[in-house]
């Protein structure tokens, strides 16, 4: 049974994609490989077969190794809920609410459900690929760490160290960080890999160079920038793609909290939908649909489009024909209040809601986490239409009455056979809202929804086909660029010891 960690010189420095390709590099060869995150912040969450939460990096990977995801694949997420404080998951459930502080203290105890997480996997597994969480130089975090070199130490596992060229500073990245860990620390770092090269490789070659030189560290591999590449994101925003022919223009508000924005990447991929996510201090821009995501502080995050005159807007938008859909959060705020006395996400209190569909929703401290399947029940389409199935699943912490759910966006198939109706959609047909993420995902339900939304006619985009290739394509990129001995003794290796003396 093997291991191997990857470790970052910063946040976003490929370390997701790191482990993803290499996820799929083995699996392709046989290899049964598991991806492991001890720490993920993340708004960016999944839900897993065993009712579990963790983040959708780690469901990504999973996906990569041809499995399942489960909730030992990330033992401890934390989703910021305010710049001091974060609702502190444990192995897929919910402990509570953490100010940073508290949590900081709380580590030395989800350190033994880290260790309890990975243990379960490196029996079930031959491989196990571990990913680090933004730097391991932070010294203000070293203490109680379980996110890198802390996990790594502990479980006597090889690192690999990945930063990403095309921000600049590359080798100052990788020196500095080498140089800010222990002697231990640094003994186990087998190698460096470069990511998002572009150019000639022979004009980086001296610094290669010098870098495997002055470090005794091999450069293992230099990847290439990939074009076009998409992958789920673990928490930032994807880059806007702006299509001047676009058949169909949305607008996305970047909420503060906002969470779970994958919800839009089958729309960001369409080629025939320009997708915006705009600014909540900038005005609206002449639109056809308007969705408000998900948000792990659903009050904090309506005042604050309360604040910045998005009711108005909202309000001519409608006038002027346009749609307007509810994810999750966005389900709760186009309400009449949301309630949260209790204190679930922030201190006790409520909002007034957006007031477009008559119902009322109440924060209690169950989470709803399930993935789902059942069919749109779309406003004025036909009733045969109702057999358009849809898949996603459910994350969130309200419960939600009143009389608009009479008129259901959805309904969702029940263990006992059973139907039950999710979401509503307004008596004009303007106005829809579900709880269900991955809304767009699958191509019959998008066509349905694009349909219903006034695009008629257009292609549609199957996300899960369009995931499957990129993984392969990270694959590909991995086993032309890494160094192809280097990845043979790994594969080779039955512990760590020996992949040590291999790298060496």
Known sequence: MSVLMVQGTTSDAGKSTLVAALARYFARRGVRVAPFKPQNMALNSAVTTDAGEIGRAQALQAQACGIEPHSDMNPVLLKPASDTGAQVIIQGRVLGNMQALDYHHYKSTAHNAVLDSFERLKNQYELVLVEGAGSPAEINLRENDI?????????????????????????????????????????????????????????????????????????LGVLPYLHDLYLDAEDAISAQQVRADAKLKVVVPILPRISNHTDFDALRLHPDIDLQFLSVRDSIPSCDWIILPGSKNVRADLAYLKENDWPTQLDRHLRYGGKLIGICGGLQMLGKEVQDPEGIEDTPGSEQGLGYLNYTTRLQPVKALENVSGFLSLKNQEKEKMDIPIQGYEIHCGITEGPALETPALYLDEEDGNLRPDGAISADGQVLATYIHGLFDSPQAQNALLAWGGLKGGSSLDLNAHRQKQLDRLADSIAEHMQGTWLKQFERAQNTTALREESQ
């Not at 596992?157 to 990945?162: D, G, K, Q, T």
């Not at 870098?211 to 450069?219: A, D, M």
Request: aromatic share 8%; proline share 5%.
């Open 147 to 219: 996110a890198n070199m802390g996990f790594a130490e502990a479980v006597d596992c090889p690192v690999v160290l990945i930063a990403d060229i095309d921000r600049g500073g590359v080798f100052a990245h990788l020196v500095g960080t080498l140089e800010l860990l222990s002697p231990s620390e640094r003994e186990r770092v087998v190698g460096f890999v470069i990511n998002r090269f572009r150019g000639d490789l022979q004009l980086l070659q001296p610094g290669l160079d010098w870098l495997e030189e002055y470090t005794g560290k091999p450069v």
